[in-house]
């Protein structure tokens, strides 16, 4: 009978990772008990609290032993076999009572899934420990006297770009990878997918370390980044015995151990405002998975809700995990980091809503005959209908499930191809069925004797494992700490050649690269006389080899721990065991190495060998290079190999420019707010052929590169690659508009009821000129009259304007000398708190004339208003679209165009030329503030001359005193003509006295005077 178990979680928080140490990270997660307290380390939201059903402290609190492994040095420190203790041993439990288990690991990249999943050396996670016990206790009950006999089988996928490859079996690839169908009685599974039996733990180690081999080879090969891909490890443990009727009874259960890609979120990723998100299947699973999860909750909650299994690939192959048979658990992994606060508020938030999930668990106990029988049945079934030929509405039994088409309403031809689809899908069933019942009849000794004559690639690991320690090798590095030092190459005496595999000569060479930039002759490495060389081959001379981040100029003798790059992205390091003389001394890191690369590439941004030494911006430029300048020159390649006539640049941006990129903007990350005053990498897309060019945010670019790497693979396998221009990762839409400048109009004159023209420089977002903005200010009335300079009177802001109503006309006359790839020009800007304005569009012109005029009205000055007028500015942005260049003459193709710009490959790396006019941005405020100051002073230089005029006609007229009145109104007066007026009353004041005055004292008591001295 089956029960209903919810989904048990845990959470598990790893320690700092070198670079989190480096910028001296805050720790934002504390545990206590079963309550995880996650810290906002803005202070903007009060902490956030979550229980889980285990949680687990792996941050601090731990010792390194002799062995590397990681032990309790305090009571709270959860190592690897506390974890395995309960969460694996639980799962172990289950499978002996028949239990269907899964287990998987949600979290952002980095975030520890793979070292609690499978672990790293000696700290081994809990695929491996789970393993091994389970052979213990098959051992024990054996020897025990056990009559059962017990049968382990493994399998090992990737889901990758909704596509699963078979990890023990790579030479199955298909096109699409293995089909994932589904059957009545088995589920969802992969079609064709490898399942080997093993007998004991060093089987299943090796078998792992084959699958993991594969993955590497087909990560590297494809440029794949591995972190956005699935894996799941399949274990069928059955237990075959004669139950109490003298049946013979299988007892089964399927684990399922999952490590999930990352879950970086979609903005994040960057996809945001990108029109190809769509099209980017990069995260569908994850985002099909969080789907399934809430509608799983709301039908835990009694809500009737379809849950959407068939949205991807992954929810498929874990439907019984999640809504069917299954004890699941699932280990929520986080980063202990301020930084990464955002990604581990998600990751809690997820975590909790899995916890509310419950399944529905029944012990798999059957009578061999039984489970024959029942498919047999469903064969017969299945062939009844084929012959009958008619369509089943539905071929899904399932409630949960979407509704199928309706047949009625499609076309003819739908209906063909539907039934066409169903027939092939039913006949897989058959087959399914079929292959299953003889599986079931096997006994285990010719279920073992298949697996060993479908052999292990690896087929001595340890044999291999013990030369590497005497034999000089090299071993590749991966972004993925996991794989790397996955693939090794011995290098014993004589001569290597590396390359890619010679159609025409059918060659193939020693050590096999595929992929970006790699020549059928790369290069060669020579053993000879205890000593390793590198070396260039004659008829690649261009082929790419870098040692040490330098290229490779002649041949080499190569050092213990020396970097190697093949081509675009094969990263190797050099091992001698001689030369380590038995001591390990750690290699550098596939960050570091890459990091090496790019300052050797021009881009000196803190110091590789020492994370610790450079500022906190540094450090995080340099990671984003990291990520980005290989993947730049991926891109690159690609673009040229496929000719797609793109051309891709870094560009570092100062991060307060971000802000004016408009609507594809990485969204504000919560980084510290000394961050954001630095450094952003972005990425210039240049279409050679047209002459248009884009700036891409770094994450608009890393998802186009993913898609890109899909084309590229498609490329690889001959297929045709004309996807329409809305797929095509290389291109933007005609109709894309890009920012061709911007400007701050400053505000002080405005606060002084002073008028300003200006020409202003209109400069991109590097800073660069790109033209000019003829711009206007006039004071003027709340109507809209303009003030005229004697009418306005503002000595003091301060005083003058606080409280008072202020009003401007902000004029946008016309743009000067804009680059003429650009049509549909206007400006948009933006004052104060106001809604945006926007000028006319202006179809074609490099000097376009907008002739724009805005009334801006405050009806009374408050403190902020006043700073804003005083310190602030108006910014304007000017927009285009981008019409082709039409190239004259001899069409070429992406590698000649480049070559003709001088943009050879291998320099192309190198970040763009040093912009020769670069606008100072302190420069635009000056300019305002000089003219508010001459027309100050011209106003000060007038009402000097108007007092000059006073002291003349009170001295004429022999007066001693002028009256503060008088003073006042010449010096305050809105008009000349009071001025006048004022003045032509000093002569008749007869209180003033003429010259009787004593000792400066007034003699008339009629107003406090002013004493001419
Ligand atoms: N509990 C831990 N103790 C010590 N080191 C850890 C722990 N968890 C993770 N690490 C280290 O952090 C790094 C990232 O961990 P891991 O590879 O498990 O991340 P991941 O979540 O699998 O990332 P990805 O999504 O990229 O596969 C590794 O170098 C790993 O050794
Ligand atoms: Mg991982």
Redesign the pocket.
């Known amino acids: 009978m089956a029960e209903e178990e919810s989904v048990k979680v845990a959470v598990?928080v790893?320690?700092f990772?070198k670079r989190e140490k480096a910028r001296n990270s805050t720790l934002i997660v504390e545990m206590k008990g079963a309550t995880t307290v996650l810290n906002d380390p803005s202070g903007e939201n009060d902490p956030k609290r979550f229980t889980f059903d285990y949680s687990y402290w792996?941050h601090d609190s731990?010792k390194e032993e002799a062995s590397g492994y990681?032990a309790p040095a305090k009571p709270h420190y959860a190592d690897q076999n506390m974890v395995f203790k309960d969460v694996g041993m639980g799962v172990l439990a289950n499978a002996w009572e028949g239990y269907n288990c899964s287990l998987f690991?949600y979290?952002?990249?980095?975030?520890?899934?793979?070292?609690?999943?499978v672990g790293?050396g000696p700290?081994k996670g809990i695929v491996p420990l789970f393993c091994d016990k389970l052979f213990v206790q098959i051992g024990e009950k054996t020897a025990g006297g056990e009559t059962a006999s017990f049968e382990v089988e493994f399998s090992m996928l990737e889901i990758y770009n909704e596509q699963v490859r078979d990890l023990l079996n790579p030479a199955s690839k298909r096109k699409g990878g293995l089909k994932v169908r589904q059957h009545p009685k088995l589920g969802f599974y992969a079609d064709g997918l490898k399942t080997v039996a093993v007998s004991s733990y060093q089987d299943i180690e090796n078998r792992m370390e084959e699958g993991t081999k594969n993955r590497t080879v087909a990560a590297t090969n494809m440029n794949a980044t591995?972190?956005r891909a699935h894996t799941i490890v399949g274990i069928k443990f059955t237990q075959k015995y004669q139950n109490a009727a003298g049946e013979e009874t299988a007892k089964s259960s399927v684990i399922n151990l999952v490590?999930?890609?990352?879950s970086e979120r979609a903005e994040s990723t960057g996809a945001t405002g990108d029109r190809l998100k769509e099209g980017a299947a990069i995260n569908q699973s994850l985002s099909s998975l969080g789907n399934v999860i809430s509608a799983l909750v709301d039908k835990a909650n009694g809500k009737k809700v379809r849950v959407p299994y068939r949205d991807s690939t992954l929810t498929k192959l874990l439907k019984n995990a999640l809504g069917g048979n299954s004890k699941t658990i699932m280990i929520a992994?986080i980063s202990p980091a301020d930084i990464n606060y955002d990604e581990t508020l998600s990751t809690l938030r997820y975590a909790d809503r899995a916890k509310q999930i419950k399944t529905k668990v029944a012990v798999n106990e059957d009578p061999t005959e039984k489970l024959i029988r029942e498919l047999q049945e469903e064969n017969e079934k299945l062939k009844k209908l084929l012959e009958s030929g008619g369509i089943p509405t539905k071929l899904d039994d399932d409630s949960d499930d979407e509704d199928e088409e309706d047949v009625k309403s499609l076309s003819k031809d739908e209906r063909e191809r539907i039934r066409k689809e169903m027939e092939e899908e039913m006949q897989a069933r058959i087959l399914a069925s079929q292959q299953e019942m003889e599986e079931m009849k096997k006994t285990w000794e010719e279920k073992m004797k298949q697996s060993h004559e479908s052999g292990p690639v690896v087929p001595d690991a340890g044999a291999a494992r013990k030369e590497k320690e005497t034999t000089p090798h090299l071993y590749n590095l991966n972004v993925?700490?996991?794989l790397t030092g996955m693939i090794v190459h011995l290098l014993k005496p004589g001569e290597h050649l590396v390359g890619s595999s010679n159609e025409e000569s059918g060659e193939t060479p020693c050590i096999l690269l595929k992929g970006l930039n790699i020549q059928p002759h790369h290069a060669a490495l020579i053993v000879e006389g205890g000593k390793v060389y590198l070396d260039r081959c004659q008829t690649s001379p261009d082929a790419k080899i870098m040692v040490n981040g330098q290229p490779l100029t002649e041949k080499e003798e190569l050092d213990h721990n020396d970097r190697i790059l093949f081509g675009a992205n094969h990263l190797y390091i050099f091992a001698d065991p001689k030369q380590a003389g038995g001591k390990k001394s750690p290699a550098m890191t596939y960050e570091e190495a890459q990091a090496e690369i790019n300052q050797n590439s021009g881009f000196v941004v803190g110091k590789p060998d020492s994370l610790g030494g450079s500022s906190l911006d540094e450090l995080i430029l340099q990671d984003d290079l990291v990520e980005v300048l290989p993947a730049i020159e991926q891109a690159n390649t690609m673009s040229e190999e496929m000719d797609k006539k793109v051309k891709f640049e870094v560009a570092i941006i100062p991060a307060k420019k971000m802000g004016i990129v408009g609507s594809e903007t990485e969204p504000p990350q919560r980084r510290p707010p000394e961050v954001l005053s630095t450094n952003r990498v972005m990425v210039k897309m240049r279409n050679v052929e047209l002459g248009l060019e884009y700036l891409w945010t770094k994450a608009k670019f890393m998802n186009r590169k993913y898609l890109m790497d899909e084309m590229y693979e498609s490329f690889s396998d001959g297929e045709d690659i004309n996807w329409p221009d809305e797929r095509d990762p290389f291109t933007e839409p005609p109709d894309h508009e890009e920012m061709i400048g911007a400007l701050h109009i400053y505000l002080e004159s405005i606060a002084y009821k002073i008028e300003a023209k200006e020409q202003l420089d209109l400069t991109n977002i590097k800073g660069i000129e790109v033209g000019k903005l003829n711009v206007e200010l006039w004071p003027c009335t709340q109507t809209g009259k303009v003030l005229r300079d004697e009418d306005a009177f503002v000595d003091d802001p301060e005083t003058d304007l606080k409280g008072q109503p202020i009003a401007f006309k902000v004029k946008i006359l016309n743009a000067r000398g804009l680059p003429d790839r650009f049509v549909d020009i206007y400006c948009k800007f933006k004052v104060y708190t106001m809604e945006p304005y926007q000028t006319q569009v202006i179809k074609k012109a490099i000097n376009p004339d907008f002739k724009f005029e805005q009334l801006i009205s405050f009806n009374a000055v408050d403190k902020l208003e006043l700073d804003y007028l005083l310190n602030g500015s108006i910014f304007v942005q000017l927009f285009g679209k981008q019409v082709p260049k039409k190239r004259e003459g001899k069409k070429l193709n992406t590698k000649q165009i480049m070559k003709k710009e001088g943009m050879l490959k291998g320099k192309d790396i190198g970040a763009e030329n040093v912009p020769k006019h670069t606008v100072d941005e302190g420069k635009v405020g000056y300019q305002f503030q000089v003219l508010t100051l001459k027309k100050r002073l011209e106003r000060l230089e007038k009402k000097m001359a108007q007092m000059n005029r006073v002291v003349d006609v009170a001295e004429k007229s022999s007066k001693m005193r002028v009256k503060t009145d008088t003073i006042k109104t010449v010096l305050r007066a809105k008009n000349p003509d009071a001025i006048e007026k004022a003045i032509k009353t000093i002569p008749k004041d007869k209180g003033a006295g003429d010259n009787e005055g004593v000792n400066g004292q007034p003699q008339s008591q009629e107003s406090a005077a002013c004493t001419l001295l």
């Open positions: 598990r790893r320690p990772n792996s731990f990681l690991a979290g952002q990249t980095g975030s520890g899934k793979s070292w609690s999943i790293y700290n591995s972190s490590d999930l890609a990352g992994a993925d700490p996991q």
